[in-house]
């Protein structure tokens, strides 16, 4: 818990998006991780998405598993709700919430260890279900709030702070991700804020799960020579592919660029993704070919980001499901308890 209280005085000239609140607005508590946390920096990233895109923080669910990751909700959109669940068990909660009520927007924001160790078959399910939320996942190959343990991410070989090799292979998120169906898949790095907020613009405006896997590095724990999760080694391996903008719905583009260079996948609200083609043979909607492509470049030691893979029409959860439209606190109680009669026919089906 932070102790240091923010200035309540917002300065006059502060620039205001569309509905008249200024980026203090999209803030929350004071951060009480290590100074220089690559995860600090993806929380001031969330926050310019949503200032950007004019999203009241009282529209916004934000929830959280265990770990330094799981922290960083309370860093931003204070005005939002929020709810800190245990260990790996966040999509559930977050699904549950979502079918409760899908007027909200979900961000659930995990780790490498929430999602992938004790997470990992909650984590599945929720991509499963295309559950309309996204997902940040908060890469550092570390169990940080323990001491610097590898996690599940950690590549084969890097170096432990105290100079040990990880001798297992990674679980790399991107590649699960696309593996199981899941329809936005981004990768992008805490110290490329141009890369980083668009991507995540994108997701909030995707319909469905959208996975954006951010590589944070541990300034304690994981930022030395011989982690393949430092800053020193992204910046240096880190390969673009695929660099996506955003385009909102009552926007003009104003941009031109080449045929061939750039192409638009139109959102579910109208909104577009400007697709600029880094390497020009990478095609984002062709999900065969973008696990080849991340796993030939993985195998060369490059960090692949940008805009991985994107399914165009996917039918997120209350789609699949044909829920009510709106709220569930919002139907009135005789939809909700239509009675012994309408029971004894649903059981009806199953006798």
Partial sequence: MSFIAKPKITHPGLPR????????????????LCAGCGHDSVSAAIMQAYFELSVEPHRVAKVSGIGCSSKTPTYFLGGAHGFNSVHGRM?????????????????????????????????????????????????????????????ASADKGSKAKKGEANAYS?????????????????????GDKDNLVPLLKSAISHSGFALIDVISPCVTFNDHEGSTKSYAHTREHMLETVYADYVGA?????????PGEYRQVTMHDGSRVGLRHVDKSYDPTDRIAAISYIEKHRAEGAVVTGLL???EGSAEMHVTLGSAPGAMSEIPYEKLNPGAEALNRIQGRWR
């Avoid at 998006?17 to 009480?32: A, C, F, K, P, Q």
Wanted: glycine share 12%; proline share 3%.
């Fill in 250 to 258: 009552h926007e003009e583009i104003i941009a031109q660029v080449q």
């Fill in 309 to 311: 893979y994107v399914e």
């Fill in 17 to 32: 998006n569309e509905i008249g609140l200024t980026l203090r607005d999209y803030e929350g508590s004071m951060s009480t």
């Fill in 170 to 190: 990674p679980i790399d998120p991107v590649l699960l991700a696309i593996s199981l169906g899941c329809t936005f898949v981004g990768r992008s790095f805490s």
């Fill in 91 to 151: 999509p559930s909660i977050a699904t549950g919430a979502n079918a409760a009520n899908r007027e909200l927007q979900y961000i659930g924001v995990s780790g490498d260890g929430d999602s992938l160790s004790i997470g990992m078959g909650q984590f599945s399910h929720a991509i499963r279900r295309n559950v309309n939320m996204m997902y940040v996942l908060e890469n550092n190959g570390v169990y940080g709030l323990t001491k610097g343990q590898f996690s």
